[in-house]
């Protein structure tokens, strides 16, 4: 976590405050330090209703606006935490993308894909693994990678308990159990 030249974002607002892990940025140093606690693991405040927890009791409030229904999408009927969240979310119903690429122009709906898309064009891939060295555009396949390092299998078949490092893998086993697949001899 480190301080950068002054970022402005979309919003307009300058964020110079950023997160080294996931490059998410902030206005305010005590907002990326609460953020860099969910990096660490460390969740100090619970909710009561759906028992999830949250690095700062600011992010729990928030998250309580799900419960509460204050924050309810008109086509679907799913609960937000706050507004900006709901507006994304009703952009899957309308289709709207307002970020558009300048080298391809593809479309997104979120700023966030549309940084993750341009690395395809860059060649950009800042997530690298400490133990091979191959390298990543996305945070996520840089910690689905290191399952093959650690052997964690987080995704566990409830019929037969076999486990898979990745969720697709699991999804396409258990079409064995509803019949949508027959076996092949090949094991998953």
């Given at each position: ?65 799900v419960h509460r229904g204050k924050y309810r ?78 052997g964690d299998k987080p995704y566990k078949c ?31």
């Amino acid at each position: 976590m480190k301080v950068e030249d002054d970022v402005t974002e979309d919003d307009g607002k300058l964020r110079p405050y950023l997160c080294t892990v996931c490059d998410k940025r902030f206005t305010r140093k005590y907002a990326l330090n609460s953020h860099a606690r969910k990096h660490t693991g460390e969740n100090l405040y619970m909710c009561s209703i759906c028992r999830r927890t949250f690095t700062s009791d600011t992010y729990l409030y928030t998250h309580m606006n799900v419960h509460r229904g204050k924050y309810r999408c008109s086509e679907c009927g799913k609960c937000f935490p706050n507004s900006e969240c709901l507006t994304l979310h009703q952009r899957a119903h309308s289709g709207e993308k307002p970020y558009k690429c300048g080298d391809c122009g593809g479309r997104f709906s979120r700023i966030s894909r549309l940084r993750i898309h341009s690395r395809v064009h860059s060649g950009e891939r800042p997530y690298r693994c400490h133990v091979c060295e191959k390298a990543f555009r996305q945070f996520y396949h840089l910690i689905r990678h290191s399952r093959c390092h650690t052997g964690d299998k987080p995704y566990k078949c409830h019929v037969c308990g076999k486990a898979f490092g990745r969720s697709e893998h699991m999804f396409r086993h258990m079409k064995l159990h509803t019949g949508e697949r027959a076996p092949t001899g090949v094991s998953d």
